[in-house]
């Protein structure tokens, strides 16, 4: 048997591609059957590569919309009239083009249409080139047009923490090549064992570089967290009393601005209770509080005046305001989703502007030029964009916190950013109180513990309706039930001991950045290259005889 004899009708090939989208999207929070990550891409390959280049395409295309449909189902949860259905399958063919480009161009650099019974090394590095410029999608799509890093395949993987670790050195598209290099190397294996039954070698062949490669770097993750574990042993950590206010607000009513009274006295209220405890940090999340804080007295009033009865340092969300620079005559003034914070003598001392804003969220795109797009969103003028990374100092404590608005803690190279040298801890606000109860909050929550792992920061997360909790270094969670048993979406106030390490730590990503994905990005050029350059090659006349 040949793998010419595997004839895949179209019906057939585009049911699998469906079912193999829709399997990738199960592998992510909150169904969590990981093991379906390593076994869609190999999948989506056998499909593309069995077919012409159209073919191949559709497959891809097919595949990233079930997969990009069934992941973020949850944008329809949002409570805006026809937009958020737009939106979820305007970004649904957006993805599904990209995954329908990678299937087009792992068909287009195929060594040989029976690619089984090309000489090994050649097969082996074709497989290496594919799954870099599978590396290559998942990088453009979350940097291109705002960028959306959200669907990253090494996120399905929180419940193998070593591997995790992965993000420590070369960040999360290490741990992405990996599981992709390991599911198209099982499919060739399966493929060559289907061909040679009794050479069973041939399949362990294919395989064996990759699976070495998950051996080597599992144990490298578990020394990794023994040694985070070890030093904070023997060097002791800080650990500082944090307190969460989740309010868990409807979107509904943080748009309406006849609520802002009664929103604002029930972030106090919840504050108060917190409070009782005598933490050292109160943090609030993003949309906890309404207006203009700084330019709205009563609100400045009694923000202030809670910090500074209760001797606390306050980090909370809010609105802020200033005219652009250098203008004379200017009607409207820059607004900002910002954060802010606020010392025990009641003091605002630091303010931070979110630099990545969400698109039709935030911002309209082309607004300027054209006004009217701004009446078919319910945020009218919209944001600012900040240009630069926060520092809340904390001097009373020790500590320097770097403060991450929303999404921001999906984007690797803003938390780097963030991560100064002399940065103690992360701090993310966010409102995920768009999207109802849903997968959305624990897809957000896989993401943001990445972000302390490539930083090697101690990452809070204050959110509207969850997930509120902290993570440590090595991306172990802590905090995210309330201790009554409640769901994690509830309102409520969480108290948590946040254990510092006594100097930041310093990882190889927080260092060097995305060199891994560029470099991916040569291997896929050069893999594109060797395809357009070489001659079809003659099939060896047996399987895996080199």
Known sequence: MTTRDFKIGD????????????LLALAFPLTNVAGFAWIAPGGLLFLAVRGDGREAFQSGSLFGLAFALTQLYW???????????????????????????????????LPAPDFIRTPWWRRAGWVIGVSAAWVVMEYVVGWLLTGFPWLRIGYTQGGLLPLLQIAAWIGVPGLSFLMVWF????????????????????????????????????????????????????????????ALVQ??????????????????????????????????????PEAGMPGLLRFQDDVHRQVTELARKHGVWLICGGDDARLPEGAADVTRPDFFNGAFLINPEGRIVSAYHKRRLVIF???????????????????????????????????????????????????????????????????????????GESAQQWQHLANARCRAIETGRPLIRCA?????????????????DFEDGRPAYSEGVKL????????????????????????????????????????????????GRD
């Open 75 to 109: 944008l329809n949860y949002m409570p805006v009239d026809f937009l958020p259905t737009l939106a979820w399958m305007a970004l649904g063919g957006y993805l599904a083009a990209w995954y329908g480009a990678w299937a087009w161009f792992a068909w287009w650099t």
């Open 11 to 22: 019906g057939t090939r585009q049911a699998g591609a469906l079912v193999l989208g829709v």
């Open 183 to 242: 599911s198209i190397s099982l499919v060739c294996g399966l493929l060559a064992l289907a061909g040679e039954p009794n050479s069973r070698w041939l399949a362990w062949r294919e395989i064996g570089l990759p699976l070495v490669a998950v051996a080597v770097l599992f144990a490298a993750g578990s020394g990794r967290i023994n040694d985070y574990n070890r030093r904070v042993g023997e060097l002791g950590d800080r650990e500082v009393s944090v």
């Open 361 to 435: 969220g935030e911002y309209v795109p082309l607004a300027r030029w054209l006004p009217f797009l701004k009446f078919l969103t319910p945020i009218g003028e919209g944001f600012s964009a900040g240009r630069e990374a926060g520092r809340f100092e904390m001097p009373s404590l020790g500590l320097s916190a770097s403060p991450l608005i929303c999404f921001e803690d999906i984007f690797p190279w803003l938390s780097r950013s963030a991560a100064g040298p002399d940065t103690d801890l992360l701090v993310n606000l966010t409102n995920d109180g768009w999207f």
């Open 464 to 480: 509207n309706n969850g997930i509120s909790c902290w993570v440590d270094p090595v991306g172990r969670i802590h905090g995210v």
């Open 247 to 284: 309010p868990s607000f409807p979107q509904t009513l943080i748009w309406d601005s006849s609520s802002e009274t009664n929103r604002l006295r029930r972030t106090l209220e919840l504050s108060r209770v917190a409070l009782a405890s005598k933490p050292n940090i109160l943090v609030w």
């Open 496 to 543: 948590l001991r946040v254990r510092v390490p006594p100097e930041p730590i310093s990882t190889p990503y927080g260092r060097r950045g995305e060199w891994f994905a560029w470099f991916c990005g040569g291997l896929a050029v050069l893999t594109g290259w060797s395809a357009r350059s070489r001659s079809t090659p003659s099939l060896a006349p047996v399987v």
